[in-house]
T-cell receptor, first 114, second 114 residues
């Protein structure tokens, strides 16, 4: 069973609309949580990184939240653009994870339509 | 320079061929990683190098042979691959393999085994 679960698996939104992606994790002890954007056939690009003590982080139109008590994170995309079409991956890093190993969620595929 | 570069971008090889993937970074990072990513799946860690020494091998078949000739360069030598090895191969690097160090991903090499 994946220890980082993302929902929905995919969604379609109209350009200009907002959307929120969810990430629930069970792994612990927790070091930090990252959201990556991955365009098809390209490498992931970091959007935000949050430590245990942070509960919100913004990067332009992307805002991530973290509730370490409930082990939930969300990524909110404001005023979506066609270029936001990509997979968004939630990644959790454990404290003392050997070799800086990351635990990846399955990703949410977002398609923005005009 | 905050970039991880990978060559080639695309590679098609037969099951009897020998080929190599190359990854390079000039950020002074001392940890480098190889990941394999199948379509619509998250990246799977293959190897971790720390200070040019192999620190993690995630039980990868011996037909994949990593090499780290210096701190800026990481190779993945391929021999006698199977069609199921077709995937996007991602390289990443981080300052060290410590838990707080963010991994920067390259654009990937799309490998097709025929």
């Amino acid at each position: 069973k994946n220890q980082v679960e993302q929902s929905p698996q995919s969604l379609i939104i109209l350009e200009g609309k907002n959307c929120t992606l969810q990430c629930n994790y069970t792994v612990s002890p927790f070091s930090n949580l990252r959201w990556y954007k991955q365009d098809t056939g390209r490498g992931p690009v970091s959007l935000t990184i949050m430590t245990f003590s942070e509960n919100t982080k913004s990067n332009g139109r992307y805002t991530a939240t973290l509730d370490a008590d409930t082990k939930q994170s969300s990524l909110h995309i404001t005023a979506s653009q066609l270029s936001d079409s990509a997979s968004y991956i939630c990644v959790v890093k454990l404290i003392k994870a050997a070799g800086n190993k990351l635990t990846f969620g399955g990703g949410t595929r977002v398609l923005v339509k005009p | 320079d905050t970039e991880v570069t990978q060559t080639p971008k695309h590679l098609v090889m037969g099951m009897t061929n020998k080929k190599s993937l190359k990854c390079e970074q000039h950020m002074g990072h001392r940890a480098m990683y190889w990941y394999k990513q199948k379509a619509k799946k998250p990246p799977e860690l293959m190897f971790v190098y720390s200070y040019e020494k192999l620190s993690i091998n995630e039980s990868v078949p011996s037909r994949f042979s990593p090499e780290c000739p210096n701190s800026s360069l990481l190779n993945l030598h391929l021999h006698a691959l199977q069609p199921e090895d077709s995937a996007l191969y991602l390289c990443a690097s981080s300052l060290t393999s410590g838990s707080v160090d963010e991994q920067y991903f390259g654009p990937g090499t799309r490998l097709t085994v025929t």
